[in-house]
């Protein structure tokens, strides 16, 4: 199973990113998704749950600028980022809970992460 982001890159402030992970291999179901973030010296943050059931959470931080999303049938999960801030500059990682066509075991896994860089 791998889990794999694009979408990163360098933005005004003011501007728009969206951000997506495909989850590839072996995929019986996936529970949950979630994008998380760490900037530089800091630790990592979450930012943006979507359950399988379509429940939405996001953290403080990007409510009403960040918008969620995922697409079951091509394992993706999308992040919408508008009215970016220097501030959401980080290294950008999708995480997922899923189980194998191998096993009823949920597992969670972790993308390799994508660099969002907003100038001032």
């Known amino acids: 199973v791998q889990l794999v982001e694009s979408g990163g890159g360098l933005v005004q402030a003011g501007g728009s990113l969206r951000l997506s992970c495909t989850a590839s291999?072996?995929?019986?179901?996936?529970?949950?998704m979630r994008w998380y973030r760490q900037a530089q010296g800091s630790q990592r943050e979450l930012v943006a749950t979507?359950?399988?059931?379509?429940?939405?959470v996001y953290a403080n931080s990007v409510q009403g600028r960040f918008t969620i999303s995922r697409d079951n049938a091509k394992n993706t999960v999308y992040l919408q980022m508008t009215s970016l801030k220097p501030e959401d500059t980080a290294v950008y990682y999708c995480?997922?809970?899923?189980?194998?066509?191998?096993?009823?075991?949920?597992?969670?896994?972790w993308g390799q992460g994508t660099q969002v860089t907003v100038s001032s």
């Open positions: 979507s359950m399988s059931g379509g429940h939405t």
């Open positions: 995480n997922a809970n899923l189980r194998t066509t191998e096993s009823l075991l949920y597992v969670y896994y």
């Open positions: 291999g072996s995929i019986g179901s996936i529970n949950v």
